[in-house]
Protein backbone atom coordinates (compact mmCIF):
# COMPACT_ATOMS: atom_id res chain seq x y z
CA UNK A 1 0.00 0.00 0.00
CA UNK A 2 3.15 2.19 0.67
CA UNK A 3 4.57 1.59 -2.65
CA UNK A 4 1.34 2.45 -4.33
CA UNK A 5 0.88 5.80 -2.67
CA UNK A 6 4.37 6.98 -3.28
CA UNK A 7 4.57 5.66 -6.79
CA UNK A 8 1.38 6.05 -7.71
CA UNK A 9 1.90 2.44 -9.51
CA UNK A 10 -1.98 0.39 -8.92
CA UNK A 11 -0.11 -2.98 -8.23
CA UNK A 12 -2.21 -5.99 -7.14
CA UNK A 13 1.52 -7.73 -6.35
CA UNK A 14 1.46 -9.50 -2.95
CA UNK A 15 3.67 -12.11 -3.10
CA UNK A 16 5.89 -13.48 -5.83
CA UNK A 17 6.83 -17.15 -6.60
CA UNK A 18 10.42 -17.88 -4.96
CA UNK A 19 12.43 -18.78 -7.94
CA UNK A 20 11.14 -15.25 -9.12
CA UNK A 21 12.01 -13.20 -6.20
CA UNK A 22 14.15 -10.46 -6.08
CA UNK A 23 14.01 -10.91 -1.75
CA UNK A 24 15.41 -14.93 -2.43
CA UNK A 25 18.10 -13.29 -4.69
CA UNK A 26 19.60 -10.48 -1.67
CA UNK A 27 19.03 -13.04 0.69
CA UNK A 28 21.59 -15.44 -1.54
CA UNK A 29 24.13 -12.83 -1.97
CA UNK A 30 26.86 -12.59 -0.14
CA UNK A 31 27.75 -8.82 0.15
CA UNK A 32 25.82 -6.53 2.25
CA UNK A 33 23.64 -5.14 -0.72
CA UNK A 34 22.59 -6.52 -3.91
CA UNK A 35 22.47 -3.62 -6.57
CA UNK A 36 21.07 -4.56 -9.97
CA UNK A 37 21.05 -1.88 -13.05
CA UNK A 38 18.72 -2.83 -16.05
CA UNK A 39 16.79 -5.44 -14.23
CA UNK A 40 14.37 -5.72 -17.40
CA UNK A 41 17.61 -7.44 -19.00
CA UNK A 42 19.61 -8.73 -15.46
CA UNK A 43 18.52 -12.91 -15.16
CA UNK A 44 18.28 -12.34 -11.57
CA UNK A 45 15.48 -10.15 -11.63
CA UNK A 46 13.97 -10.26 -15.84
CA UNK A 47 11.50 -12.86 -15.06
CA UNK A 48 10.23 -10.91 -11.91
CA UNK A 49 6.45 -10.24 -12.11
CA UNK A 50 6.44 -6.60 -10.88
CA UNK A 51 9.60 -5.52 -12.68
CA UNK A 52 8.08 -6.90 -15.86
CA UNK A 53 5.07 -4.99 -15.25
CA UNK A 54 6.70 -1.80 -15.23
CA UNK A 55 9.22 -0.64 -17.79
CA UNK A 56 9.85 2.95 -15.97
CA UNK A 57 12.28 0.81 -13.30
CA UNK A 58 15.82 1.17 -14.22
CA UNK A 59 17.09 -0.05 -11.13
CA UNK A 60 16.84 -2.40 -7.82
CA UNK A 61 18.49 -2.82 -4.87
CA UNK A 62 18.23 -4.32 -1.77
CA UNK A 63 19.76 -5.39 1.70
CA UNK A 64 19.01 -8.34 3.85
CA UNK A 65 16.58 -8.44 6.48
CA UNK A 66 18.60 -10.95 9.43
CA UNK A 67 18.62 -11.83 12.95
CA UNK A 68 21.07 -11.56 15.48
CA UNK A 69 22.75 -14.81 14.57
CA UNK A 70 22.95 -13.91 10.94
CA UNK A 71 20.35 -16.00 9.35
CA UNK A 72 18.86 -13.75 6.70
CA UNK A 73 14.79 -14.30 5.97
CA UNK A 74 13.85 -11.17 4.54
CA UNK A 75 14.63 -8.19 2.43
CA UNK A 76 14.13 -4.85 2.03
CA UNK A 77 14.26 -3.24 -1.38
CA UNK A 78 14.07 -0.15 -3.36
CA UNK A 79 13.39 0.89 -6.87
CA UNK A 80 14.49 3.70 -9.04
CA UNK A 81 12.97 5.13 -12.41
CA UNK A 82 17.04 5.23 -13.72
CA UNK A 83 20.11 3.35 -12.73
CA UNK A 84 21.91 5.24 -9.51
CA UNK A 85 24.12 4.25 -7.04
CA UNK A 86 22.89 4.99 -3.26
CA UNK A 87 25.12 6.96 -1.15
CA UNK A 88 26.48 5.85 1.89
CA UNK A 89 23.79 7.14 4.04
CA UNK A 90 21.24 5.81 2.02
CA UNK A 91 22.75 2.18 2.45
CA UNK A 92 23.03 2.58 6.02
CA UNK A 93 19.52 4.20 6.33
CA UNK A 94 18.28 0.77 4.81
CA UNK A 95 20.37 -1.57 6.97
CA UNK A 96 18.99 1.04 9.76
CA UNK A 97 15.50 -0.04 8.78
CA UNK A 98 16.27 -3.48 8.48
CA UNK A 99 17.28 -4.15 12.07
CA UNK A 100 14.36 -2.39 12.97
CA UNK A 101 12.18 -4.64 11.31
CA UNK A 102 13.93 -7.78 12.98
CA UNK A 103 13.25 -6.61 16.46
CA UNK A 104 9.80 -5.66 15.19
CA UNK A 105 9.09 -9.11 14.13
CA UNK A 106 10.72 -10.81 16.20
CA UNK A 107 8.78 -9.09 19.75
CA UNK A 108 5.34 -10.09 17.31
CA UNK A 109 6.01 -13.54 16.53
CA UNK A 110 7.18 -13.81 21.02
CA UNK A 111 4.21 -12.23 21.61
CA UNK A 112 2.14 -14.64 19.23
CA UNK A 113 4.01 -17.42 20.84
CA UNK A 114 3.20 -16.13 24.66
CA UNK A 115 -0.66 -16.19 23.33
CA UNK A 116 -0.87 -19.52 21.88
CA UNK A 117 1.14 -20.83 25.07
CA UNK A 118 -1.78 -18.90 26.88
CA UNK A 119 -4.76 -20.52 25.08
CA UNK A 120 -2.93 -24.37 25.96
CA UNK A 121 -2.36 -23.58 29.70
CA UNK A 122 -5.65 -22.06 30.50
CA UNK A 123 -7.90 -24.59 28.55
CA UNK A 124 -9.30 -22.57 25.64
CA UNK A 125 -9.27 -23.88 22.42
CA UNK A 126 -9.22 -27.85 23.47
CA UNK A 127 -11.33 -28.97 20.37
CA UNK A 128 -9.32 -27.53 17.70
CA UNK A 129 -6.59 -29.58 16.41
CA UNK A 130 -3.30 -28.06 17.89
CA UNK A 131 -0.81 -26.38 15.67
CA UNK A 132 2.87 -25.84 16.25
CA UNK A 133 3.95 -22.05 16.70
CA UNK A 134 5.06 -19.99 13.56
CA UNK A 135 8.62 -21.38 13.01
CA UNK A 136 11.36 -18.23 14.32
CA UNK A 137 13.98 -15.93 13.15
CA UNK A 138 16.68 -18.26 11.10
CA UNK A 139 14.58 -21.58 10.93
CA UNK A 140 14.78 -22.50 7.50
CA UNK A 141 11.25 -21.91 6.35
CA UNK A 142 9.06 -18.89 7.01
CA UNK A 143 5.93 -20.62 7.85
CA UNK A 144 5.27 -23.03 10.67
CA UNK A 145 3.80 -26.46 9.90
CA UNK A 146 0.64 -28.42 11.33
CA UNK A 147 1.31 -31.25 13.14
CA UNK A 148 0.88 -34.95 11.34
CA UNK A 149 -0.11 -36.39 14.73
CA UNK A 150 -2.30 -34.17 17.88
CA UNK A 151 0.27 -34.53 20.22
CA UNK A 152 -0.46 -34.65 24.34
CA UNK A 153 -1.15 -31.28 26.56
CA UNK A 154 2.29 -31.84 28.11
CA UNK A 155 4.51 -31.90 24.72
CA UNK A 156 2.72 -28.68 23.80
CA UNK A 157 3.42 -27.17 27.29
CA UNK A 158 7.02 -28.38 26.22
CA UNK A 159 7.62 -26.54 22.57
CA UNK A 160 5.77 -23.58 23.52
CA UNK A 161 8.26 -23.43 26.58
CA UNK A 162 11.23 -24.11 24.96
CA UNK A 163 9.88 -21.53 21.66
CA UNK A 164 9.99 -18.83 24.38
CA UNK A 165 12.52 -19.70 26.40
CA UNK A 166 14.43 -19.52 22.51
CA UNK A 167 13.76 -15.48 23.16
CA UNK A 168 14.38 -14.98 26.81
CA UNK A 169 16.25 -17.29 28.40
CA UNK A 170 15.68 -19.04 31.63
CA UNK A 171 12.41 -17.43 31.73
CA UNK A 172 9.69 -20.42 31.72
CA UNK A 173 9.67 -23.85 33.49
CA UNK A 174 7.05 -25.98 31.94
CA UNK A 175 5.94 -27.91 34.87
CA UNK A 176 5.46 -24.66 36.84
CA UNK A 177 1.77 -24.08 35.32
CA UNK A 178 0.07 -21.71 37.84
CA UNK A 179 3.27 -19.72 38.32
CA UNK A 180 3.52 -19.60 34.41
CA UNK A 181 0.39 -18.49 33.58
CA UNK A 182 1.14 -15.06 35.67
CA UNK A 183 4.13 -14.46 34.21
CA UNK A 184 3.07 -15.26 31.17
CA UNK A 185 0.56 -12.41 31.18
CA UNK A 186 2.62 -10.08 32.14
CA UNK A 187 5.66 -10.71 29.49
CA UNK A 188 2.11 -10.12 27.36
CA UNK A 189 1.03 -6.81 28.64
CA UNK A 190 5.09 -5.87 28.30
CA UNK A 191 5.52 -6.54 24.41
CA UNK A 192 1.95 -5.58 23.73
CA UNK A 193 3.49 -2.29 25.16
CA UNK A 194 6.70 -2.55 23.12
CA UNK A 195 4.92 -3.07 20.22
CA UNK A 196 3.08 0.04 20.56
CA UNK A 197 6.65 2.05 21.03
CA UNK A 198 7.98 0.49 18.49
CA UNK A 199 5.78 1.58 16.02
CA UNK A 200 5.33 5.54 17.79
CA UNK A 201 9.37 5.41 17.24
CA UNK A 202 8.99 4.53 13.55
CA UNK A 203 6.31 7.86 13.33
CA UNK A 204 9.49 10.37 14.77
CA UNK A 205 10.61 12.74 13.24
CA UNK A 206 13.37 13.90 15.69
CA UNK A 207 15.87 12.64 18.56
CA UNK A 208 13.32 14.37 21.46
CA UNK A 209 10.58 12.52 20.00
CA UNK A 210 12.60 9.35 20.26
CA UNK A 211 12.69 10.67 24.20
CA UNK A 212 9.65 11.69 25.29
CA UNK A 213 8.56 7.82 23.91
CA UNK A 214 11.34 6.34 25.89
CA UNK A 215 10.59 8.45 28.93
CA UNK A 216 6.85 8.00 29.09
CA UNK A 217 7.02 3.98 28.52
CA UNK A 218 9.77 3.29 31.33
CA UNK A 219 7.90 5.14 33.58
CA UNK A 220 4.82 3.39 32.55
CA UNK A 221 6.14 -0.21 32.08
CA UNK A 222 8.90 0.16 35.34
CA UNK A 223 6.81 2.32 38.34
CA UNK A 224 9.28 0.77 40.89
CA UNK A 225 12.05 2.18 39.53
CA UNK A 226 13.52 5.88 39.31
CA UNK A 227 15.36 6.54 35.85
CA UNK A 228 17.67 9.08 33.39
CA UNK A 229 17.91 9.37 29.38
CA UNK A 230 21.15 10.08 28.79
CA UNK A 231 22.51 11.46 25.14
CA UNK A 232 25.90 12.08 23.74
CA UNK A 233 26.96 15.56 23.72
CA UNK A 234 29.56 15.43 21.04
CA UNK A 235 31.68 18.50 21.74
CA UNK A 236 31.91 17.63 24.60
CA UNK A 237 32.21 13.66 24.20
CA UNK A 238 30.50 13.66 27.33
CA UNK A 239 27.05 12.09 28.25
CA UNK A 240 24.64 14.30 29.47
CA UNK A 241 21.06 13.78 31.50
CA UNK A 242 17.89 15.19 29.05
CA UNK A 243 15.36 14.22 31.65
CA UNK A 244 15.09 11.78 34.95
CA UNK A 245 12.00 10.33 36.52
CA UNK A 246 11.01 8.64 39.90
CA UNK A 247 12.55 9.34 43.14
CA UNK A 248 15.95 10.16 41.97
CA UNK A 249 19.11 8.38 40.89
CA UNK A 250 22.65 7.80 42.31
CA UNK A 251 23.98 8.91 39.49
CA UNK A 252 26.71 11.48 37.58
CA UNK A 253 24.91 14.23 35.83
CA UNK A 254 26.98 13.88 33.03
CA UNK A 255 30.20 11.53 32.63
CA UNK A 256 33.26 10.23 30.04
CA UNK A 257 32.44 7.64 27.67
CA UNK A 258 34.66 5.75 29.62
CA UNK A 259 33.05 5.79 33.13
CA UNK A 260 30.33 3.13 31.78
CA UNK A 261 30.73 -0.39 30.93
CA UNK A 262 27.31 0.13 29.19
CA UNK A 263 28.40 2.49 26.59
CA UNK A 264 31.99 0.93 26.40
CA UNK A 265 30.76 -2.73 25.72
CA UNK A 266 28.18 -1.79 23.32
CA UNK A 267 25.45 -3.29 25.35
CA UNK A 268 23.02 -4.05 28.31
CA UNK A 269 25.06 -3.89 32.22
CA UNK A 270 23.67 -4.78 35.18
CA UNK A 271 24.86 -4.51 38.50
CA UNK A 272 23.73 -4.90 42.27
CA UNK A 273 24.45 -4.34 45.93
CA UNK A 274 23.37 -7.91 47.01
CA UNK A 275 26.06 -9.42 44.03
CA UNK A 276 29.94 -9.27 43.60
CA UNK A 277 28.74 -6.72 40.76
CA UNK A 278 31.07 -4.72 38.77
CA UNK A 279 29.68 -0.92 39.19
CA UNK A 280 30.37 2.03 36.47
CA UNK A 281 32.04 4.64 37.93
CA UNK A 282 29.28 6.67 36.91
CA UNK A 283 27.45 5.21 40.00
CA UNK A 284 27.35 6.11 43.40
CA UNK A 285 27.09 3.35 45.99
CA UNK A 286 25.92 5.62 48.73
CA UNK A 287 23.08 3.03 49.64
CA UNK A 288 22.01 -0.85 48.38
CA UNK A 289 20.53 -0.23 44.75
CA UNK A 290 20.43 -2.99 41.79
CA UNK A 291 20.81 -1.25 38.05
CA UNK A 292 20.30 -1.46 34.36
CA UNK A 293 22.58 0.10 31.68
CA UNK A 294 21.41 -0.17 28.51
CA UNK A 295 23.35 1.84 25.63
CA UNK A 296 21.23 3.40 22.78
CA UNK A 297 23.40 1.56 19.54
CA UNK A 298 23.22 2.06 15.75
CA UNK A 299 25.82 1.97 13.12
CA UNK A 300 28.19 0.81 16.18
CA UNK A 301 27.40 3.98 17.64
CA UNK A 302 25.90 4.34 21.23
CA UNK A 303 24.22 7.69 21.07
CA UNK A 304 22.70 7.73 24.22
CA UNK A 305 21.77 5.65 27.74
CA UNK A 306 18.49 4.20 29.45
CA UNK A 307 19.55 4.15 33.30
CA UNK A 308 17.17 2.77 35.43
CA UNK A 309 17.49 1.42 39.29
CA UNK A 310 15.23 0.31 41.85
CA UNK A 311 16.43 0.02 45.83
CA UNK A 312 17.41 -3.51 47.37
CA UNK A 313 17.63 -5.06 50.88
CA UNK A 314 21.17 -6.25 51.14
CA UNK A 315 19.81 -8.96 53.46
CA UNK A 316 16.60 -10.11 52.00
CA UNK A 317 16.35 -13.73 51.18
CA UNK A 318 16.71 -15.10 47.52
CA UNK A 319 14.31 -14.17 45.23
CA UNK A 320 11.35 -16.09 43.70
CA UNK A 321 10.76 -18.02 41.06
CA UNK A 322 8.09 -15.43 40.32
CA UNK A 323 10.42 -12.60 40.33
CA UNK A 324 13.53 -14.04 38.90
CA UNK A 325 10.98 -14.49 35.43
CA UNK A 326 10.38 -11.02 35.81
CA UNK A 327 13.31 -9.87 36.13
CA UNK A 328 14.29 -11.53 33.37
CA UNK A 329 11.36 -10.12 31.21
CA UNK A 330 12.40 -6.77 32.63
CA UNK A 331 16.16 -7.44 31.21
CA UNK A 332 14.57 -7.98 27.93
CA UNK A 333 12.28 -5.19 27.48
CA UNK A 334 14.89 -2.84 28.63
CA UNK A 335 17.46 -4.07 26.36
CA UNK A 336 14.23 -4.14 23.17
CA UNK A 337 13.45 -0.39 24.19
CA UNK A 338 17.49 0.65 24.03
CA UNK A 339 18.01 -1.66 20.78
CA UNK A 340 14.60 0.23 18.82
CA UNK A 341 15.54 4.19 19.96
CA UNK A 342 18.96 3.76 19.49
CA UNK A 343 17.92 2.30 15.73
CA UNK A 344 15.55 4.66 15.62
CA UNK A 345 18.08 7.92 16.58
CA UNK A 346 20.13 6.40 13.75
CA UNK A 347 17.65 6.21 11.16
CA UNK A 348 16.59 10.02 12.19
CA UNK A 349 20.30 11.03 11.99
CA UNK A 350 20.67 9.27 8.73
CA UNK A 351 17.05 11.13 7.42
CA UNK A 352 18.76 14.57 8.34
CA UNK A 353 21.80 13.71 6.36
CA UNK A 354 20.06 12.72 3.56
CA UNK A 355 17.75 15.92 3.95
CA UNK A 356 20.93 18.02 3.84
CA UNK A 357 22.02 16.46 0.91
CA UNK A 358 18.64 16.47 -1.22
CA UNK A 359 18.66 20.48 -0.18
CA UNK A 360 22.11 21.62 0.26
CA UNK A 361 25.03 21.29 -2.31
CA UNK A 362 28.18 19.36 -0.77
CA UNK A 363 31.01 21.54 -2.02
CA UNK A 364 29.64 25.43 -1.66
CA UNK A 365 27.27 24.59 1.33
CA UNK A 366 24.81 26.79 -0.85
CA UNK A 367 21.45 25.06 -1.67
CA UNK A 368 20.94 23.05 -4.47
CA UNK A 369 19.58 23.56 -8.13
CA UNK A 370 16.23 21.23 -6.96
CA UNK A 371 15.68 23.09 -3.49
CA UNK A 372 16.16 26.58 -5.53
CA UNK A 373 13.51 25.53 -7.89
CA UNK A 374 10.91 24.55 -5.17
CA UNK A 375 11.93 27.79 -3.54
CA UNK A 376 11.44 30.14 -6.39
CA UNK A 377 7.68 29.06 -7.21
CA UNK A 378 7.00 29.30 -3.62
CA UNK A 379 8.46 33.18 -3.49
CA UNK A 380 7.19 33.81 -7.11
CA UNK A 381 3.39 33.01 -5.23
CA UNK A 382 4.08 34.60 -2.31
CA UNK A 383 5.31 37.92 -4.07
CA UNK A 384 2.47 37.56 -6.36
CA UNK A 385 0.32 37.78 -3.78
CA UNK A 386 1.80 40.59 -2.19
CA UNK A 387 1.92 42.44 -5.16
CA UNK A 388 5.80 42.67 -3.94
CA UNK A 389 8.77 42.60 -6.37
CA UNK A 390 11.12 40.17 -6.46
CA UNK A 391 14.98 40.08 -8.14
CA UNK A 392 17.06 37.67 -9.66
CA UNK A 393 20.44 37.27 -10.53
CA UNK A 394 22.30 34.55 -12.26
CA UNK A 395 25.81 34.31 -12.05
CA UNK A 396 28.79 32.57 -14.03
CA UNK A 397 32.16 32.42 -13.09
CA UNK A 398 34.32 33.79 -16.22
CA UNK A 399 36.74 31.68 -17.83
CA UNK A 400 36.43 28.81 -14.98
CA UNK A 401 37.62 26.40 -17.17
CA UNK A 402 40.92 27.99 -17.97
CA UNK A 403 41.16 28.02 -14.21
CA UNK A 404 41.18 24.81 -13.76
CA UNK A 405 43.24 23.88 -16.41
CA UNK A 406 46.02 25.94 -15.26
CA UNK A 407 45.75 25.27 -11.48
CA UNK A 408 43.85 22.11 -11.38
CA UNK A 409 40.33 20.72 -10.56
CA UNK A 410 41.40 21.20 -6.46
CA UNK A 411 42.03 24.86 -6.89
CA UNK A 412 38.44 24.84 -8.57
CA UNK A 413 37.05 23.72 -6.08
CA UNK A 414 38.87 25.57 -3.69
CA UNK A 415 37.56 28.90 -5.61
CA UNK A 416 33.87 27.69 -6.14
CA UNK A 417 33.49 26.90 -1.81
CA UNK A 418 34.93 30.20 -1.47
CA UNK A 419 32.75 32.22 -3.47
CA UNK A 420 29.60 29.96 -2.04
CA UNK A 421 31.46 31.27 1.61
CA UNK A 422 31.20 34.98 0.41
CA UNK A 423 27.38 34.30 -1.14
CA UNK A 424 26.31 33.33 2.35
CA UNK A 425 28.07 36.00 4.16
CA UNK A 426 26.66 39.15 1.85
CA UNK A 427 23.23 38.42 1.50
CA UNK A 428 20.32 39.02 3.79
CA UNK A 429 18.26 36.61 5.60
CA UNK A 430 15.67 36.55 3.47
CA UNK A 431 17.94 36.14 0.51
CA UNK A 432 18.53 32.48 -0.84
CA UNK A 433 22.15 31.85 -2.32
CA UNK A 434 22.02 28.31 -4.68
CA UNK A 435 24.56 26.73 -6.74
CA UNK A 436 22.59 26.19 -10.31
CA UNK A 437 25.40 23.55 -11.61
CA UNK A 438 29.25 23.95 -12.67
CA UNK A 439 30.49 27.29 -12.56
CA UNK A 440 26.96 29.53 -12.27
CA UNK A 441 25.09 30.74 -9.24
CA UNK A 442 21.29 31.83 -8.72
CA UNK A 443 19.95 34.93 -6.18
CA UNK A 444 17.17 34.83 -5.23
CA UNK A 445 16.05 38.49 -3.70
CA UNK A 446 12.72 39.02 -2.45
CA UNK A 447 11.03 42.22 -2.42
CA UNK A 448 14.24 44.03 -4.30
CA UNK A 449 13.27 46.10 -6.79
CA UNK A 450 14.74 46.43 -10.37
CA UNK A 451 17.21 49.12 -9.31
CA UNK A 452 17.79 47.74 -5.61
CA UNK A 453 18.59 44.12 -7.46
CA UNK A 454 21.14 45.69 -9.94
CA UNK A 455 22.66 47.53 -7.23
CA UNK A 456 23.22 44.03 -5.10
CA UNK A 457 24.77 42.46 -8.34
CA UNK A 458 27.26 45.10 -8.47
CA UNK A 459 28.43 44.95 -5.09
CA UNK A 460 28.81 41.10 -5.21
CA UNK A 461 30.51 41.51 -8.43
CA UNK A 462 33.15 43.57 -7.17
CA UNK A 463 33.20 41.77 -4.23
CA UNK A 464 34.00 38.37 -5.53
CA UNK A 465 37.42 40.08 -7.20
CA UNK A 466 38.56 40.24 -3.53
CA UNK A 467 38.35 36.64 -2.87
CA UNK A 468 41.28 34.50 -2.88
CA UNK A 469 42.19 30.92 -3.16
CA UNK A 470 44.97 29.14 -1.31
CA UNK A 471 46.97 26.56 -3.56
CA UNK A 472 49.80 24.91 -2.40
CA UNK A 473 51.12 27.36 -0.41
CA UNK A 474 50.44 30.27 -2.11
CA UNK A 475 47.26 33.18 -3.12
CA UNK A 476 45.69 32.84 -6.27
CA UNK A 477 43.92 36.11 -7.70
CA UNK A 478 40.02 35.30 -7.93
CA UNK A 479 38.40 35.41 -11.15
CA UNK A 480 35.40 37.80 -12.27
CA UNK A 481 32.11 36.91 -12.98
CA UNK A 482 29.42 38.18 -15.52
CA UNK A 483 25.55 37.94 -14.09
CA UNK A 484 21.99 38.83 -15.87
CA UNK A 485 19.66 40.12 -13.67
CA UNK A 486 15.45 39.58 -13.67
CA UNK A 487 12.39 41.09 -12.30
CA UNK A 488 9.08 39.29 -11.38
CA UNK A 489 6.72 39.84 -13.27
CA UNK A 490 8.81 42.77 -15.62
CA UNK A 491 10.63 39.98 -17.01
CA UNK A 492 8.58 36.68 -16.21
CA UNK A 493 5.20 35.87 -14.81
CA UNK A 494 6.58 32.02 -13.97
CA UNK A 495 9.80 30.49 -12.32
CA UNK A 496 10.35 28.99 -15.70
CA UNK A 497 10.44 32.57 -17.91
CA UNK A 498 12.20 34.21 -15.36
CA UNK A 499 15.30 31.71 -15.13
CA UNK A 500 15.47 31.97 -18.94
CA UNK A 501 15.10 35.77 -19.12
CA UNK A 502 18.10 35.84 -16.33
CA UNK A 503 19.91 33.29 -19.00
CA UNK A 504 19.67 35.14 -22.02
CA UNK A 505 20.84 38.38 -19.83
CA UNK A 506 23.94 36.24 -18.87
CA UNK A 507 24.58 35.16 -22.33
CA UNK A 508 24.66 39.10 -23.16
CA UNK A 509 27.11 40.07 -20.45
CA UNK A 510 29.48 36.81 -22.07
CA UNK A 511 29.12 38.07 -25.37
CA UNK A 512 30.25 41.87 -24.81
CA UNK A 513 33.26 41.12 -23.05
CA UNK A 514 32.53 39.14 -19.70
CA UNK A 515 32.67 40.86 -16.20
CA UNK A 516 29.83 43.13 -16.40
CA UNK A 517 26.25 42.54 -15.50
CA UNK A 518 22.89 42.77 -18.13
CA UNK A 519 19.50 43.45 -17.18
CA UNK A 520 17.14 40.83 -19.24
CA UNK A 521 14.75 42.24 -21.82
CA UNK A 522 10.82 42.97 -21.11
CA UNK A 523 8.44 39.72 -20.82
CA UNK A 524 7.41 38.77 -24.61
CA UNK A 525 10.85 40.49 -26.03
Not at 44 to 57: A, D, K, Q
Request: aromatic share 8%; proline share 2%.
Amino acid sequence: EWFKSITGINTSFREVDLEKSFGLQVIAHKGEMLHIENPHEDVRTRNNPMIGSFEEIGMIAGVPIEDEEGERFGALSVVAYKDRDLSFEQISSLKTIASQITILIKLKNALKEIEDMLSVYEGRNTDEEPQKPELRLGDESFRGETMMEKPSESSIKSDFASSLNSYMPGTLDEEDTDKNIAGLRTLKNLLIHICEMGELFQASNSVDDINTITIKYAELLFPDYSGSLYMLNESTNQYEIYSSWGKGTATEQYFLTDNCWAVRLGRLHKASSTESSLFCDHVHQSKPIEYICAPFVASARVSGLLYMQRDVTVDQPGVSNCEGLLDNAEQLIVSKIAKLAGLSIGNIRHKETLGIHAVFDSLTGLYNRRYMEETLKRELSRASRRKEPLGLIMMDVDHFKNFNDTYGHAAGDNLLRNIGKYLMESIRREDIACRYGGEEFVLILPGCSLEHTVIRAEQIREGIKKVRVWHRGRSIDCVNVSMGVGLFTEHGDSMEELLEAADRALYEAKNKGRDRIEVASSAGH
